[in-house]
């Protein structure tokens, strides 16, 4: 006879310890070794809680998910109660405001993800000897926490391939969107890499390089204990500089940066741009077990092509000098396919409790995918890479 499984929901990530979490956030981490990604793992949610960046008066209400049999914690999901759509970076407005207009209340919506952090990764947390059973509950769990409580509808944003597949089996309707991503083929050098590029590219890259660190001072590439306490000043800088341009107010709180120099420091590589004893510019990146993914870019002087070398060409060096496989660099961006970053598939999960809107969604869902799935097709050819063997290099 199988046990049951009991779902409830938690406040706070520490009403669980971290070995508890991350047994199903990162098992692959038991090890010693480094999570797949670190998004998901207890010290990054926690630092989001602890620095007041979710939380009251954000719009993101923790409502963590815990799946147990017994005394035995099988899974976890980072839920949230949403107030809004910003942080998102999978958008929903259209569908938010054709509800409102029918006279329905679209928020508060679940939300299944990791705040304002646009990167592929399990968001329905298992423990290995649960993965199936505990996946199904969870979704099962989201989904009738939302028909309970009448809330529009569960949306997992950023979610693996096989989830959206498991996904699909419980009613939940899958969306593609699309990033760019950097590939290491193997590459033993950085040239190495511009030799499987078309001449043209090939050359404009190596302008801009020469154009980024020509800007009168030198470039650092920090991580673990090279960071220090100061940095995260600096940064905190470049980081509302460019929050205030795009979003209005800055996502992360400056606690939060405090919090990470304690915590998460060994999930991080800080690239800064110092000029005359001033940082003038940096690129904020995480680490996870085979990827390094980009999050973050300020600057508060503007130096030619300095950007582009900070968040692109250095961790294109950092992954192949540690052998990474691939480079996420963030959400948007068309002007990184011309840097060697291509466009690659992203998955989310979505869920509505209207039959209604349910069914409009679906069909907009359809033509969106075989839309996203042209788009990348062309843009792939449109790619930097040489398109025959026999193209001359310089």
């Known amino acids: 006879m199988e046990e049951t499984i009991e779902i409830r929901m938690l406040s706070s990530v520490a009403e669980l310890s971290e070995a508890e979490w991350d047994a199903c956030a990162c098992p692959e981490a038991q090890d010693g070794g480094r999570p797949l990604d670190p998004f998901t793992t207890w010290r990054f949610l926690n630092a989001l809680e602890q620095s007041g960046s979710v939380g009251p008066g954000t719009g993101w209400e ?17 839920l949230y109660a949403k107030a809004h759509s910003q942080g998102e970076y999978i958008f929903d407005h259209n569908w938010a405001h054709a509800y409102e207009r029918a006279g329905g209340h679209y928020y508060p919506k679940l939300q299944i993800a990791v705040p304002f952090t646009p990167a592929t990764g399990r968001r329905f947390l298992t423990h290995p000897d649960f993965t199936d059973s505990a996946r199904s509950a969870l979704m099962q769990g989201a989904m ?6 009448k809330l529009s509808g569960v949306h997992a944003t950023f979610c693996t391939e096989d989830e959206v597949a498991a996904g699909k089996l419980l009613g939940l309707m899958g969306r593609k969107s699309q990033q760019y991503h950097w590939f290491n083929e193997s590459y033993d050098s950085f040239d190495g890499f511009l030799q499987v590029l078309s001449s043209r590219k090939r050359k404009n890259i190596r302008k801009e390089r020469e154009k980024a660190n020509a800007f009168g001072g030198e470039i650092h590439v920090l991580t673990g204990d090279q960071i220090e306490a100061e940095h995260w000043d600096s ?37 800064l741009a ?3 004893g001033h940082y003038v510019a940096g690129a904020l990146n995480f680490l996870g077990r085979d990827v390094i993914y980009g999050r973050y870019w300020g600057c508060i002087e503007d130096h030619p092509c300095l950007h582009f070398e900070l968040c692109y060409y250095r961790a294109i060096d950092w992954a192949i000098e540690h052998g990474l496989s691939r480079v996420e660099a963030g959400a948007q961006g068309d002007h990184k396919l011309a840097r060697g970053y291509m466009p690659t598939v992203t998955h989310s999960l979505h869920w509505l409790t209207d039959p209604g809107l349910r069914k409009a969604v679906a069909q907009f869902l359809a033509a969106e995918a075989a839309a996203v799935d042209e788009e990348i097709e062309i843009l792939t050819d449109y790619g930097p890479f040489r398109k025959t063997q026999v193209e001359e290099q310089e």
């Not at 009738?144 to 409580?149: F, G, K, R, V, Y």
């Open 62 to 78: 923790p409502h963590y998910l815990a799946a147990t049999v017994g005394d035995i914690l099988i899974g976890v999901a980072p």
């Open 274 to 276: 110092e000029r005359d």
């Open 144 to 149: 009738q926490i939302a028909e309970q409580n």
């Open 235 to 271: 940064f905190w800088q470049f980081y509302q500089d460019t929050g205030a341009r795009k979003w209005g107010t800055p996502y992360l709180t400056r606690a939060f940066f405090d919090i990470a120099h304690e915590t998460l420091r060994d999930d991080i590589v800080l690239m």
